[in-house]
């Protein structure tokens, strides 16, 4: 068994965010900030990379636009509850959270990452690999309670474990005909529901235990259409199988409702992997996620057991 504490090194690191903090400190104590405190921010990792990043994105920013936002009155605004959550997250512990991930992963997976809040202007929160180097977790600093920062940070981790394990992934679809090849590189997407499952630990806990009420009131609502999601997911498959989709970017334009806030590739997602895990057990369900087409066949043959309506109805597999 691989040792878990070398399949994950996932670092916090919150110098960007502690240097922004101290030039908002000195301006909310009436104390000029000085060259050297700017000298102090813009060199960290965080900062380089954030504008590497968004200049790779057409969203490039000036040393000059990042101090008129620091010491603008809308950041001064956020000091208290910055100074807050920063202080939440550094008692995350991260090598618990990422081997908590990792047992949701297929064997040989690692999470090698950084963290790292951000006090910026965007108020986005991504996964980014600089070139050369390992990913990186960007979190926007917003108000979160400790659990809701691991939440997301083992949401993410999830995609990073699996992602780790892209080599194997192609090697399984490399001699598949390219339309199979592309539905298949689409089915990936429901790693979104996966994850969700994973940073959540158990089919047993509410996806959105951590949030409040609303938040888990609002899942609890899209489950209720989770048939027609499942169907229009579905179509959007067949039409890739059967040769009708074959252009990238049209098929990212049918694509693009099922993600959102928490669309389909997160619902659908959700159930197809909670409802396999507790029907096949763990090892089961995770070794599938190598080839998200078995996942399909799993879930097909619990939904046609299954005899609670149309929650749990059959995810077609012509032509695979």
Request: net charge negative; hydrophobic share 40%.
């Amino acid at each position: 068994m691989a040792d878990p504490s070398a399949s994950v090194q996932l670092a916090l690191d919150t110098s960007e965010a502690e240097e922004a903090l101290h030039v908002i400190h000195k301006q909310s104590g009436h104390e000029p900030v000085t060259a050297e405190d700017w000298h102090q921010l813009f060199p960290t990792i965080h900062y380089q990379w954030l504008k590497t990043r968004e200049a790779a994105m057409d969203r490039a920013f000036t040393d000059a636009e990042f101090q008129a936002f620091l010491l603008s009155p809308e950041a001064l605004a956020k000091e208290h509850e910055w100074d807050q959550v920063l202080a939440e997250m550094k008692q995350a512990n991260m090598q618990a959270l990422g081997t908590g991930v990792l047992a949701w992963l297929p064997a040989g997976a690692t999470i090698h990452a950084r963290v790292f809040p951000e006090i910026k202007p965007k108020t986005n929160s991504f996964v980014w690999t600089k070139k050369g180097e390992g990913p990186a977790i960007f979190l926007y600093l917003e108000q979160q309670s400790k659990t809701q920062f691991e939440n997301t940070v083992s949401h993410k981790c999830h995609h990073i474990g699996l992602d780790s394990l892209e080599k194997q992934q192609k090697e399984i679809v490399a001699k598949l005909p390219e339309n199979i090849k592309r539905a298949t590189h689409w089915l990936d997407a429901f790693g979104e529901g996966e994850a969700m499952l994973a940073a959540a630990g158990s089919a047993d806990r509410h996806p959105h235990w951590e949030d409040n009420a609303a938040a888990r009131a609002q899942w609890d609502s899209d489950m209720m259409h989770l048939n027609s999601d499942l169907l229009a997911v579905q179509q959007l498959l067949s039409d890739i199988l059967d040769g009708k989709l074959t252009d990238d970017a049209a098929i990212a334009k049918r694509a693009a409702p099922f993600w959102g806030a928490q669309g389909a590739w997160y619902t659908v997602g959700y159930e197809m992997a909670a409802l396999v895990e507790l029907q096949y057990g763990r090892e089961t369900f995770k070794q599938r996620l190598l080839d998200p087409r078995k996942l399909l066949t799993m879930y097909n043959i619990v939904a046609l057991k299954a005899n609670s309506g149309e929650r749990r109805s059959q995810f077609g597999l012509q032509n695979w």
